[in-house]
């Protein structure tokens, strides 16, 4: 169960230090740790990959990516438990 | 019959802990339960799935999803009562 | 006639309970039951329809819309009189 | 010749009441009568009718416009002393 | 030359009552008298008419144009003299 | 050697009364002398030449730019030592 | 590891005077020394080379780009570590 979620931005704060999916606009994802984020949404990955048609396609490593082109974030063990 | 529905986020505040179905543009779609929304319609969905072409496409489990990408969002129990 | 539109959410007040037909950006067009909206032009249908090419395609109930994806908003009485 | 246009919008005032062509993005266009906007450039029209390919596709009515889709808007009678 | 163009709208200043060009996004074009502009950067021309591929495809008259859909715009001497 | 550059604007500001290169959305570029900026980044080019596809397509003359089309904006001279 | 990133600028903050990827919507990449950053990601590189299909396209040499358009940016150092 998910406990302590008020408000949006509670979730990115309980993912802090964990493995997340971000999912861009134009159908590029990226997996990383989430280090960093702010009112805007942008966020700070570490040892990013972005994925494509399910597979790696490049090594980023740390990277600041921009809010505007995130649809959405979630931790990766949930997206993990559920497949 | 709708009662107490007097601003727009009446609507989302009503659906907190139930499941809402949220049309995405681009023609993504997920389900799952409403936790949490903020005024720029940011949105929290636990147990979240994605679905295209009315099948389930992945399970996302607990996701944060930016207001600018959403076009609807409705309690699936709507959705399904009128179906 | 029309009567008392001095400022464009005139409109959307006197619609408030009566059946509206809301254009969307790509192509998509709903109809439902003016229940609420706010000044970013969020509104609440009820008994909302999703309509493709003249059909209805799917049956929503009730619906939050976020403004920026509606192009115009119309009474439905209105159109079907100039039909 | 035109007199008293000192801002943009003294155009649109100039034209309450009366027959508008509104171009809308995506190829749509809009006549009707301008009965109220304001600063986001939202607009009121009444007896307006959807045009395409210069044919009369759709009468609307009355109908609220989202600033935000609005290309330009003209003085119908403007547009045509120039045909 | 070109003398006291200290801010960019200097250049819109200067060009009131006479000959613009209006690039527009989506491959629009506009010329015609600049009447009026705002900070927002929408304009208002007189005798207004669109271009597509180098041919008057319409006649305009007065118009309104919302600043968001505007790319560029130029005294319509200058485009002449360079050609 | 790069100087004196704290801030972003600090590039525009020395390449004031300088050619530069502005890489617009959609790919059009324009070449011309930079008169003058401002916060929102748009721009006022003089002897401006839109170019595409490596060879001039049109001259402008004197421009306004809208910042919200514009990509990038360069000293010419920086891309021509680096071709 | 990753020391000190409490926000996401932090990461920009460290990646001045370094060599970044910076990835742009519309596929386009650009490769060049951080020299400035502000609030809305505008950035400023030196020594500034796009990149396209991963060979080099065009040397820009200094360069202001526009926080609007980029997706990510990432020290280079990262990038190669991990491919």
Redesign the interface.
Known sequence: M?NG????????NNSKGKEV?VQ???N?Q?VGTL????IH????L????EISDGENR??????????????????A???E???
């Open positions: 998910v979620i008020e408000r949006p931005l509670d979730v990115l999916l861009l606009k134009n590029r990226m280090l960093a984020f702010d949404i942008n966020v700070v570490d040892n990013a990959k490049r090594s980023i490593g740390l990277t600041f990516l921009r809010g505007d082109t995130i649809i959405f974030i979630s931790p063990s949930a997206v438990q559920n497949n």
